[in-house]
């Protein structure tokens, strides 16, 4: 036997947009005002889908799709392989040095292209646009 129709009610409609509305609200074979629930799950998966590949919602338990963020490690646990890790990884400095180290390095790039575009003037290819209220 055939689930029964749901109710609008039943139903979020923020989930169902404009290319899915006659799917989900207007099955004629269906009484009126009834929601397709095949349609309607269809599209409800679909959506965690999309959400799951880019990585916006995470499924426990599971290693392909849980949060990589949970296996991190932290307090004694990081503390016990800290130093470790930061050898295998040839750090040598504590973390914050050498993100800024990172930071200012990119920051010169930056800089070092922005002139170069500017010398270039209308012959460049490229250009950089600052938005309103976006940073230089």
Avoid: T
Avoid at 4 to 17: A, C, N
Avoid at 21 to 33: D, F, H, I
Avoid at 34 to 62: G, I, K, M, N, T
Avoid at 97 to 124: F, I, N, P, Q, Y
């Amino acid at each position: 036997m055939k689930d029964k129709p749901l109710l609008p009610r039943e139903v979020d409609d923020k989930l169902v947009p404009a290319a899915w509305r006659k799917a989900v609200y207007a099955n004629p074979e269906l009484p009126q005002g009834a929601v397709d629930r095949d349609a309607y799950v269809v599209r409800v998966l679909e959506q965690l889908h999309h959400a799951l590949q880019r990585r916006d919602v995470f499924a426990s338990p599971s290693h392909r799709w849980s949060d990589p963020r949970a296996r991190l490690l932290d307090g004694k646990e990081w503390d016990a392989v800290c130093e470790v890790v930061l050898a295998g990884l040839s750090l040598d400095m504590p973390v914050e040095e050498h993100l800024a180290g990172l930071v200012s390095a990119l920051d010169a790039a930056w800089k070092l292209m922005a002139e170069r575009l500017e010398e270039a003037g209308k012959d460049a290819k490229v250009s950089i646009e600052v938005q309103s209220g976006g940073r230089s």
